[in-house]
């Protein structure tokens, strides 16, 4: 289907729901909150169509004056002047209208789990992982998103194994979906008395939060554990069986939480993480599914994936699925992301037009 086609259908699906919202027994029908949320969402789009249509018939008029050889002087060369900018502004308007018709990623909109673990490296793994953690806090404290820790697994000098947060506010998951992945740095650790400089890495996974509706949980399908919590070192936390311990039979997915003192508090923050976990998993089956012969894409959540270079001693961050190095590591590391961020983004949407083109 070519682009004006695509549009003339989007258009007519508007016009159609136009139509029937119109019905005076519309608001009665079991259907009008559905057909309301479409034209609420295609009204965006059908603007940025008008818009491109109206610069495009301008162009022809433009063009038509200017091959009249009547057109006095002074009316040609301001034809010219607005047919140029015509020519140059109409590549950008289709390509928005292009973007506002790639197909939505449903969890965009969602709140996400943030998971960072420690991977080769011993301790400064360890404290690798800490430091991205406190990265991604900052990243959302600048972007006015919610942060709330939900596990910390922390070790005896500053760093953790495991650190689980839930990320709550507008566009969460549409921005920080590319960071699953391996995270490598380089850099001289703190008890390194050489100065050598050692490479350890951690691993990073986000995934969409997902609500009860989005995945139904069956109780024969858990077995739930409770224990005594502990905190580093084997020192006791509490004297009660407060921490949760539970199992997804059909999959073998399991989630621990530890870190409220109380077993109900921390059966309910497990269950959020599980929740998000199978969510997680039913989409990337699809996803794997939908594009198969798509090797190239970004952010594949492939959890293996090495994605990003740390480099301390040259101040530099290397995201290897796009080529892009910023010198500005400093910054990175206090939350500074969007510019690595809005090139994934970008890069995502350019592989997905010419994937249609």
Known sequence: MSLNESLEKVVARFDELGELMADPGAAASG????????????????????????????????????????????????????????????????????????????????????????????????????????????????????????????????????????????GVFARLKFESGVHRVQRVPATESGGRIHTSAATVAVMPEAEEVDI???????????????????????????????????????????????????????????RSRLYDHQRQQLDAERSAARKSQVGSGDRSERIRTYNFPQGRITDHRINLTLHKLDRFMDGDLDEAVDALISEDQASRLAEIS
């Open 216 to 274: 139904q949980i069956e109780d024969k399908d858990l077995r739930i554990d409770v224990f005594r919590a502990s905190g580093p070192g084997g020192q006791s936390v509490n004297t009660t069986d407060s921490a949760v311990r539970i199992t997804h039979l059909p999959t073998g997915v399991v989630v621990s939480q530890q870190d409220e003192k109380s077993q109900h508090k921390n059966k309910a923050k497990a269950m959020r993480v599980l």
């Open 31 to 170: 259907d009008f909150a559905g057909m309301s949320k479409e034209y609420s969402n295609l009204t965006p789009v059908v603007e940025a169509i008008t818009e491109l249509k109206a610069a495009e018939n301008e162009a022809v008029d433009l063009a038509t004056m200017l091959a009249d050889k009547e057109t006095d002087t002074e009316m040609r060369e301001l034809a010219e002047a607005e047919f140029k900018e015509l020519k140059e502004s109409i590549p950008t308007l289709e390509r928005n209208v292009q973007l506002m018709l790639l197909p939505k990623d449903e969890a965009d909109d969602k709140n996400a789990i943030l998971e960072v673990r420690a991977g080769t490296g011993g301790d400064e793994a360890a404290l690798f992982a800490a430091d991205l953690f406190r990265m991604y806090q900052r990243y959302a404290e600048a972007r006015r998103w919610k942060f709330e820790i939900m596990a910390f697994n922390e070790t005896g000098i500053g760093g953790c194994k495991e650190a689980v947060a839930s990320v709550s506010g507008r």
